[in-house]
């Protein structure tokens, strides 16, 4: 059985429950495979192996909040050199995510789908029971798999704090 969690996170003011225990910093990240560009199998810990990676998991690329997070997020990681790898995970489709990236010109995101089993979602603690989605949510993975930065947007419709993750990416 997993583990619920409530009183973390609200939707447009309503409560939702999160399923997964909390990923807190200092634990080693699980990893988990995903579906990327053309279908791909990818694991992004493997993906990014001997990098820092940034992880910015949204709900869905087609609402306001979570296309102008990807865009700041874009831009915000073409500072960061090649030793970075930038995920953005969503439920979405990929061919809904490569259509997003192609309107919104961002290139520089490794755009990761969790539409098959929710698997980071879950493992990570941040599957929003009630919507089948992901809640708002920002990690930075050192280079060993080890979590050093994590918010949970309190808000789903909020945006998260961006000069705090790229803050810890910097540190990492």
Do not use: H
């Not at 029971?129 to 419709?157: Q, S």
Request: hydrophobic residues 50%; contains cysteine.
């Amino acid at each position: 059985m997993s583990v619920e969690r409530s009183g973390v996170v609200t939707f447009k003011g309503n409560p939702m429950t999160l399923v997964g225990a909390e990923l807190t910093v200092g634990a080693k990240a699980p990893g988990a495979t995903l579906i990327g560009a053309g279908l791909a199998a990818v694991n992004p810990l493997e993906a990014g192996a001997g990098k820092t990676k940034l992880f910015v998991l949204v709900p869905s690329v087609d609402t306001g909040v979570c296309s102008i997070e990807g865009k700041k997020f874009s831009e915000a990681s073409q500072a960061f050199g090649d030793d970075v790898a930038v995920f953005l995970v969503s439920a979405d489709l990929p061919f809904a995510q490569g259509r997003w990236c192609q309107a919104e010109d961002v290139k520089n995101l490794t755009m990761l789908s969790d539409y098959r089993e929710m698997a980071l979602a879950k493992s990570w603690g941040v599957y929003l029971k009630e919507l089948g989605l992901y809640a708002r949510a920002v990690f930075v993975v050192d280079k060993n798999d080890m979590v050093t930065y994590a918010e949970i947007v309190p808000e789903v419709a909020s945006e998260p704090d961006y000069a705090a993750a790229v803050a810890a990416v910097n540190a990492a």
